[in-house]
């Protein structure tokens, strides 16, 4: 299971089956669950903690020093849970004291060729993140947000659950949950209904999402009072509470 050419730190703890390809380097402080595969030429440096079932592809750098010039060496850490695809020259990094001192990583994402997710994210369950997608320090992403290839998500920007972005997105404010956003300035386009019929939600709650969504964006309302409309709209539909709760705790304000 482990090639001969591969160096494992003596005190790394890989389960039983792990698979770990020629050249990789596993550092001290790595624990690795079973089923996991690790490619040829991967870097993973701890304290990192790498859950089930994971795919690792070549010449990936796992659990390095955050890119943040107030680093100091302290001990931070990565985790990552299971059944994660994680494709080749991807770089994800540890965390820093400033934060939780943590970046972590949910369940059933993929993240394709050239991602990035820096130090202290938290990226949550079914995302997809497309080539060379960059998420800064601090960026949270909510469950089955999609990023095209090349976004960019600037510094404790929050992206919502089942939000869209199209390839080449600048992303300064949060998304709210829902929502699709692109162009140049990247501005906000509707609702991912296709995402939404796929992941099936019923046609009236993507019905009552697009209601919300105008609320939002094309009543002219101002943003406490669309809140409130929000609010109301979700006692007959519960999907919506959470774009309440979301613009209720934006910390960036959402983009408009």
């Known amino acids: 299971m482990i090639h001969p050419t591969a160096i494992i730190?003596?005190?790394?703890?890989?389960?039983?089956d792990v698979e770990v390809g020629p050249y990789s380097l596993i550092g001290a402080d790595v624990r690795i669950g079973a089923g996991t595969r690790i490619g040829p030429h991967v870097v993973i440096r701890g304290p990192t903690v790498i859950g089930r079932d994971n795919r690792i592809f070549q010449f990936a750098s796992i659990g390095e020093d955050p890119q943040d010039k107030k680093y100091r060496g302290e001990t931070t850490l990565l985790e990552i849970g299971d059944r994660n695809t994680i494709r080749e020259f991807t770089t994800v990094h540890r965390g820093t004291a400033q934060d939780r001192g943590a970046t972590r990583i949910g369940h059933d994402n993929l993240l394709m060729a050239y991602t990035h997710v820096a130090h202290d994210c938290v990226v949550g369950n079914g995302v997809i993140m497309a080539n060379a997608a960059s998420l800064a320090g601090h960026v949270h992403v909510d469950d089955c947000a999609i990023l095209g290839g090349f976004s960019l998500v600037h510094q404790f920007c929050q992206i919502g659950q089942y939000s869209f972005s199209a390839m080449g997105s600048v992303i300064t404010r949060d998304i709210p949950p829902y929502v699709m956003v692109g162009g140049s300035p990247t501005k906000p386009h509707g609702i991912n209904s296709v995402g939404l019929e796929r992941r099936g939600f019923s046609p009236e709650a993507i019905r009552q999402i697009r209601k919300a969504y105008k609320a939002i964006y094309k009543s002219g309302l101002k943003l406490e009072e669309a809140l409130q409309s929000l609010i109301e709209m979700s006692a007959a539909t519960p999907e919506i509470?959470?774009?309440?709760?979301?613009?209720?705790q934006t910390g960036r304000s959402i983009l408009r």
Request: with cysteine; net charge negative.
């Open 9 to 16: 730190d003596p005190s790394a703890e890989l389960a039983e």
């Open 241 to 248: 509470q959470c774009m309440a709760d979301f613009i209720q």
